[in-house]
């Protein structure tokens, strides 16, 4: 190592999902939603003010947080916007978690928890779920600088109870808990009714995957008046005009569109329903996921075979080498008939094995 690298902050990133581009691929492996967003965010794109664009954006984004606070019946200060909730997430780690101790998360969590931590140099450590997936509150109710997990979490896709979640914010009312409900919208029951009781607790959803927009990178949270200032505070000392425009009048219209979200998101949890069918009658065991996707192993033959027949005909789906969940696929719920080309495909390959 040379001497002018040992001051240079050294980190290990996230690997996101692959992004190919094949015109007859199947993708699924990045939980996307698989049909178009609202109606109303097309039209207001072809008809967006070119002209607008010469100027910053709206720095506070005033319309869309008062447009997510009348829907979620709360204040427009309680709401923060960020680009995507990857970036709301790390502003509420550099935030949030400020202390000596440890912040607790799943082990089998979303990967991104782990690389915020080390990067902004936060001690974390990892509670491992039950066998059978699940949380355990009682690993919650320790000493600690801060809980984060997803609910549902990511990759398992199983919901906890509210109960549960509360159970683990009424233990830690001297930390801030965030909620991570990237895939609350599927079927779970979200935690932002506790948000009158306790004042810790921190929401963070994203308009990446329910309302069908992953490429405009919108994420928010919801949470008392004063998180969100302090949280505010923090990402105007890093970016002030993180937003870009389009996003910001686009997720507008997505907010509006309650008739259609409701629609999308029925239709994934019931294809969501019927592939769980499917794949347990070749074969396949997964935890009863209530997000857009199902993390499923084989009972003979090995995740990452599957995962590398899959990916030669063009099937994608996502697969980690890692301990623990070296042996699971993390299949993002498509279309009927993408879903339908899966099991084909999984039929005869599971045939021919
Ligand atoms: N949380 C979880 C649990 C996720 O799986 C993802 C998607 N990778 C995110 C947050 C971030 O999504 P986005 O930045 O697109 O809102």
């Not at 204040?75 to 995507?84: A, L, T």
């Not at 000596?100 to 979303?110: N, Q």
């Not at 600690?144 to 009424?170: C, H, K, M, Q, Y």
Request: glycine share 4%.
């Amino acid at each position: 190592m040379m001497k002018w690298e040992e001051n240079i902050r050294k980190a290990v990133p996230y690997v996101a999902g692959e992004q190919p581009n094949k015109p007859n691929m199947i993708k699924l492996n990045t939980n996307e939603c698989p049909y178009p967003p609202a109606p109303g965010v097309e039209s207001a794109a072809k008809t967006l003010d070119y002209e607008a664009l010469r100027l910053y954006p709206n720095a506070d984004v005033t319309p869309l947080v008062e447009a997510l606070a009348e829907y979620y019946h709360v204040k427009p200060s309680q709401v923060f916007v960020g680009v995507g909730s990857d970036d709301v997430l790390s502003m509420a780690f550099m935030t949030f978690f400020n202390g000596s101790k440890p912040i607790l998360f799943p082990d089998v969590t979303y990967s991104f928890y782990d690389v915020w931590a080390d990067l902004y140099r936060i001690p974390y450590e990892t509670c491992p779920l039950d066998e059978n997936w699940h949380i355990r509150p009682q690993d919650y109710k320790r000493q600690n600088g801060g809980v984060i997990f997803p609910n549902p979490n990511a990759p398992t896709g199983l919901l906890e109870s509210l109960d549960t979640v509360e159970e683990i914010v009424r233990a830690n009312q001297d930390v801030v808990v965030i909620v991570d409900e990237a895939y609350i919208d599927f079927g779970g029951e979200s935690a932002l009714s506790l948000l009158k009781k306790y004042e810790n607790l921190l929401v963070v959803q994203t308009f990446s995957k329910s309302r069908a927009m992953a490429g405009l990178r919108i994420g928010f949270c919801i949470g008392n008046e004063k998180l969100v200032h302090y949280l505010s505070d923090v990402k105007f000392s890093f970016n002030s005009y993180t937003m870009n425009l389009p996003s910001q009048v686009l997720g507008v219209e997505a907010v509006k569109d309650d008739a259609y979200f409701k629609e999308t998101t029925h239709k994934i949890q019931s294809t969501r329903e019927r592939i769980k069918k499917e794949l347990s009658e070749l074969g396949f065991t997964f935890p009863d996921s209530k997000a857009n996707f199902l993390f499923a192993s084989h009972r003979s033959i090995p995740a990452k075979e599957i995962f590398k027949a899959l990916r030669e005909a063009d099937i994608y789906v996502r697969y980690w080498d890692k301990p623990r969940i070296n042996n699971s696929l993390r299949i993002t719920v498509g279309t009927d008939e993408q879903m339908d080309c899966l099991i084909d495909f999984l039929r005869k390959y599971i045939e021919n094995k």
